[in-house]
């Protein structure tokens, strides 16, 4: 039995926790770049907290990412195959 199929369970819900962290990231970034002053003007000095939050969720999400991808490259260890003469 292939890893992925014993930890299906798992590999969805980090898939839902990325894009949850991404969705984050985006509308961090959409609340950036729509940030308005008292006047109603867009003011992007001013909503540079968002910017830096938007970044952070970016990166945690591609390194959550990263680690997914990599249990998918892993062999399962209960189907080694053993050679011998």
Known sequence: MSYVRKNSSKVFGSIAGIMGVTA???WQFYRFVTF???QGVVDLQGGSGHLWWA???????CIAAFFVFTEFMRHDRDDE???TS
């Open 36 to 38: 308005t002053n008292e």
């Open 55 to 61: 970044i952070a969720m970016a990166v945690v999400a």
């Open 24 to 26: 984050i990231a985006v």
């Open 81 to 83: 195959l053993h050679i």
